[in-house]
């Protein structure tokens, strides 16, 4: 099966910036697209950022201008860069990647798939 892992949460000042990173692992094909979510208390969980196999990119307003996606296809790794960090974005933030991928017995299978979250903090 698939497995996805992320790090690089942690605790930041305003202003300050942090690298988020995460990693998919299992029997992959390919994969069409990875993306960062977050879910802050009391909120919906809401896009921060996806990425594409082409590179092609899209950001929430919330983020756009201070987050950057990345990724490296052949490492099925996707990272975010977050500068200009605020208060508001704090929340945890989850992985998200759409994978085909080989089943342990029959055809490719396509699926969602979603890590276990990181928390980022902004606070002075």
């Known amino acids: 099966q698939v497995q996805l892992v992320e790090s690089g949460g942690g605790l930041a000042q305003p202003g300050g910036s942090l690298r988020l990173s995460c990693a998919a692992s299992?029997?992959?094909?390919?994969?069409?697209?990875m993306g960062w979510y977050r879910q802050a208390p009391g909120k919906e969980r809401e896009l921060v950022a996806s990425i594409l196999r082409n590179g092609d990119t899209n950001y929430g307003d919330a983020v756009k201008g201070r987050f950057s996606i990345s990724r490296d296809n052949a490492e099925n790794t996707v990272y975010l860069q977050m500068n200009s960090l605020k208060f508001e974005d704090t929340a945890p933030y989850y992985c998200?990647?759409?994978?085909?991928?080989?089943?342990?017995?029959?055809?490719?299978?396509?699926?969602?798939?979603w890590g276990q979250g990181t928390q980022v903090t902004v606070s002075s």
């Open positions: 299992g029997r992959i094909a390919s994969i069409a697209a």
């Open positions: 998200n990647a759409d994978i085909v991928y080989w089943r342990t017995s029959g055809p490719l299978l396509r699926n969602d798939f």
